[in-house]
């Protein structure tokens, strides 16, 4: 019934589509108790009436709420897809603005640690990430090609690897590193305990990535290297590898944002990266939301570089298999 009401009548389902939308939408931000202030701001006769009825003011704001997103999006199909991505891009981040504003944030004090956090924050945590990445890479690449092992030995330490490093939270695995350690006679500093435990961790979660990605390339493509006569090695360095790269590609990129994320978590061994820097800095004046949203920012700007850097990787292999 309803699917014959949209074929026969397909402008009048749209246009009733499109208010259900508006209608839920307005519900949600009325239930979630979007307050009314701002209206009294940008109408100030309007004001005494919200403060006197207090849900009116609620159901008001969120309904012009909801036709501002409505005119918000036919104006946004005005442009092209390119525009379309700029401006829903600085809208969002002009809300994300406004929305640390309302912390009544002081910039004064974020202007005067923010170059310290940088030189020495930024810096500790692209060292560690950048050689946890190598090192895990080179696990994961090493751990792949033993789980396809056809050894039972070499297949079992595969295995009971990856099963114990991504079963056991990270942070776990930092104290146990740092601290578990010294038990046996190794003492171990914090950064390289730090870049062990990522590079482990991550290791083993980019192990079953790279065992996809060649399992992924068909068996032909092994059987006509080995009639060439290429040598084992040979097939999976110039042959498997290059091909499966599309494949790995897209989740291994996805892992080193998290781990530059989760580079984080050696600040609990005293590893003066971002996070360290956050919160000891916004201790001196109790200034804590100012370092923890600055230190949030610095990450976001390292994830977009990392994302870019992705992007372009992927290009380039994509041309390859293209070709």
Known sequence: MIGRLILSYPEASRRIGGLLILLVIAVALYSLGISGAWIGRLVPPAETYLVDYPSAGRAMSAALIAIIMAINWKLLHL????????????????LLMVFFYSFDLSFAFIAKKIGFLITQGVTTTLFISAISIVIATAIALAGAIAKLSRNGVIYGLATFYTSLFRGLPLLMQIYIIYLGLPQVGYVIGAIPAGI?????????????????????????????????????????????LPQAMRVIIPPTGNQFIAMLK?????????????????????????RHIEMLITASMIYWLLSIGLEFMQSR????FGRFNVR
Do not use: K
Not at 79 to 94: D, H, K, M, T
Not at 201 to 220: D, H, K, L, P, V
Not at 266 to 282: D, F, N
């Open 262 to 286: 989760d580079s984080s978590l050696v600040s609990v061994v005293g590893v003066w990266e971002i996070m360290y820097l956050a919160r000891t800095q916004g201790q001196t004046e109790f």
């Open 196 to 240: 062990l435990a990522l590079s482990l961790c991550y290791g083993a979660y980019m192990t079953e990535i790279f065992r996809a990605g060649i399992e992924s390339i068909s068996r032909g493509q092994t059987e006509g290297a080995t009639a060439l006569g290429l040598s084992p090695s040979q097939t999976m360095g110039l042959v498997i």
């Open 313 to 316: 990787i992927e290009e380039r």
């Open 79 to 94: 442009f092209n897809r390119r525009y379309q991505i700029i401006a829903v891009w600085l809208e969002l981040f002009g």
